[in-house]
């Protein structure tokens, strides 16, 4: 069974920087989609990140110019680079690898940011 096992949240200041990693326990080549969501308290879950199969890539406008998603095939690992961090970002994210019959979601990992 694949496991998607993120890393890199931590406590940040305004303005700061983090980048969020999701390693798969293999392998995987029947994925469609790579995506990172996050979920505040009293918020509902938030897309916050797009990959494509085809290579492109979305962004809601409030994360736009801010966060980049990307992925290293040779380590199984897909990245959220947050750039120019504000308070509201604070949140668990969550990666998502899905494709057709597949649906593999990551542990989550906090991330908070101070004003």
């Known amino acids: 069974q694949v496991q998607l096992v993120e890393s890199g949240g931590g406590l940040v200041q305004a303005g700061g920087s983090l980048r969020l990693s999701c390693a798969a326990s293999r392998i995987i080549i029947s994925i469609d989609v790579m995506e990172w969501y996050r979920q505040a308290p009293g918020k509902p879950r938030e897309l916050v990140a797009v990959?494509?199969?085809?290579?492109?890539?979305n962004y809601p406008d409030s994360v736009k110019g801010r966060f980049t998603i990307s992925r290293d095939y040779g380590k199984n690992t897909m990245y959220l680079q947050m750039n120019s961090l504000k308070p509201e970002d604070t949140a668990v994210y969550y990666c998502?690898?899905?494709?057709?019959?597949?649906?593999?979601w990551g542990q989550g990992t906090q991330v908070t940011v101070s004003s």
């Open positions: 998502r690898w899905r494709g057709t019959s597949v649906d593999y």
């Open positions: 990959f494509t199969r085809g290579g492109s890539t």
